[in-house]
């Protein structure tokens, strides 16, 4: 079994920062792309930053300059930095981690169960 869990969310004023984290568990045998998404009220979920094992990064166009995504390969975990907070970052974020589980199995993606980030104006 794995489990990804998140830390980090909360309730933060306009130009303010958070640091999200998310700690993958479990049987690991090996862990590819790491990376946070969000989801606001009635929209879908977007792609905020992701990671690769070799440390290539991708962020969205909204936050880029203001978020930074950094990983430790040694523990499994993902963080996310997120400074100069807007109203319109206010979403559930979600970790997202390919895992191959076992020598013979093949990558696949888990999720974390969510953490809130709201950002008052």
């Known amino acids: 079994q794995v489990q990804l869990v998140e830390s980090g969310g909360g309730l933060v004023q306009s130009g303010g920062a958070l640091r999200l984290s998310c700690a993958a568990s479990g049987t690991i045998f090996s862990v590819g792309g790491m990376g946070w998404y969000r989801q606001a009220p009635g929209k879908y979920r977007e792609m905020v930053a992701t990671m690769t094992s070799g440390g290539t990064t991708n962020y969205a166009d909204s936050v880029k300059g203001r978020f930074t995504i950094s990983r430790d390969n040694a523990k499994n975990t993902v963080d996310l930095q997120m400074n100069s907070l807007k109203p319109e970052d206010t979403a559930v974020y979600y970790c997202?981690?390919?895992?191959?589980?076992?020598?013979?199995?093949?990558?696949?993606?888990?999720w974390g169960q969510g953490t809130q980030v709201t950002v008052s104006s």
């Open positions: 997202n981690v390919e895992i191959q589980r076992y020598a013979s199995s093949r990558r696949r993606d888990f």
